[in-house]
């Protein structure tokens, strides 16, 4: 019985085998923390996509109201800052710029130039 053993072969993995799979599960592994860090930081394009559709939102809203003043505003867990300037080059031309900051990181700014016709 003892002989029937000793005649055997034993099957083993070469050196050569686990390199090839330790090189594959790295790449794997790599491929996968890129993709992982990709998604972490585009994880802020929601939020800046809010700022932009709200900040052109309080622009029209300026426009229509014809409120051409300088204003803060708190909207969705966003800061607004929104000023208002006579431009150089016309009477009653204005610059508009709306800055949008979350956690005093500057996500948006809306700059224009608007016309006050009533002037």
């Not at 003892?2 to 083993?12: D, E």
């Not at 972490?40 to 051409?68: C, F, G, M, W």
């Not at 867990?77 to 800055?99: A, C, M, P």
């Amino acid at each position: 019985m003892v002989r029937l053993i000793l005649n055997k072969k034993l099957k083993a993995v070469s050196i050569i085998e686990s390199l090839v799979a330790l090189v594959i599960l790295s790449i794997t592994f790599g491929v996968g923390m890129m993709v992982y860090f990709n998604v972490l930081t585009n994880s802020a394009i929601p939020v800046r996509i809010k700022a932009i559709i709200i900040a052109e939102k309080v622009a029209h809203q300026t426009k229509v109201d014809k409120r051409y003043l300088n204003e803060r505003l708190n909207i969705q867990n966003l800061h607004f800052n929104k000023t208002v300037k006579k431009y150089n080059y016309g009477e009653s031309i204005y610059w508009l710029n709306i800055e949008v900051y979350q956690n005093k990181k500057l996500l948006y700014n809306y700059k224009e130039l608007i016309t006050n016709s009533e002037e």
